[in-house]
C-alpha cells in the first residue's frame, strides 16, 4: 500500500470556475496528490462542453500545481476510486442544498465501497453562490466572466457561449 495520500476531486467541470480550483488548490496544500476527475455524468443530458474541451480547461486551469493531475471517469466514482489505496473523495459544500445531495451521495458511493471515504471544505465565502451553471447562463447572455472563471479561460468559454446561443 502507498503511503501517499490522494484527494479525489470530481465534478463535472461544465466549465471549471475559480470555486471549483478553490477546492482543488486547498486539496493540493493538504493531500500530497490531488486527482481532479472530470466524470461523464449520465444526468447532465445536454453538456455546454465535451468532455475533452472540459478536461482541457480543467489541464490549463491546474498547469501551476505540481501535485495535480486531471483524469476523466467513465464509471460511477465509488468504482473508479478503487483503483487507488489510499484516497478520499474531496468536495465542496456551497449550500444546504449541496449538504443533502452529498450525504446521499456519499451513503450511495459507501454502498458500492465500504473503504471509500468523503472530505469536506466548505466553499469560500466568495464563490459560495458560484456554479458552473450560473457561469453557462451568465456567458449565453454575453455577461462579463471576470472573477468567476480563470482569466485564461474566458475567450474560449465566451466563444463556446456565442455558438451555443447561435443554435
Ligand atoms: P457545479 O455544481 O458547479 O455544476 P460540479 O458538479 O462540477 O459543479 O461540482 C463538483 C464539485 O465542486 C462539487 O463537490 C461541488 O460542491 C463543488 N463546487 C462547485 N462549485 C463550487 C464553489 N463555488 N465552491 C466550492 N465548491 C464548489
Partial sequence: MSDKRIAICPGSFDPITLGHLNIIRRSAQIFDEVVVCVMLNATKTSPMFTIDERVGMVRR???????????TAHVLLAEYARQYDNAVIV????AASDFEYEFQMNLINK???PALETMFLTASEKYTFLSSSVVREMATYGAD????????????????????RKS
Avoid: H
Wanted: hydrophobic content about 45%; overall charge positive.
Fill in 145 to 164: 466572466l471576470t472573477g468567476l472563471v480563470p482569466s485564461e479561460l474566458i475567450p474560449e468559454i465566451e466563444e463556446k457561449a456565442k455558438l451555443w
Fill in 61 to 71: 486551469a491546474v498547469v501551476r500545481y505540481a501535485n495535480v493531475r486531471v483524469d
Fill in 111 to 113: 454502498k458500492i465501497n
Fill in 91 to 94: 468536495k465542496g459544500l456551497r
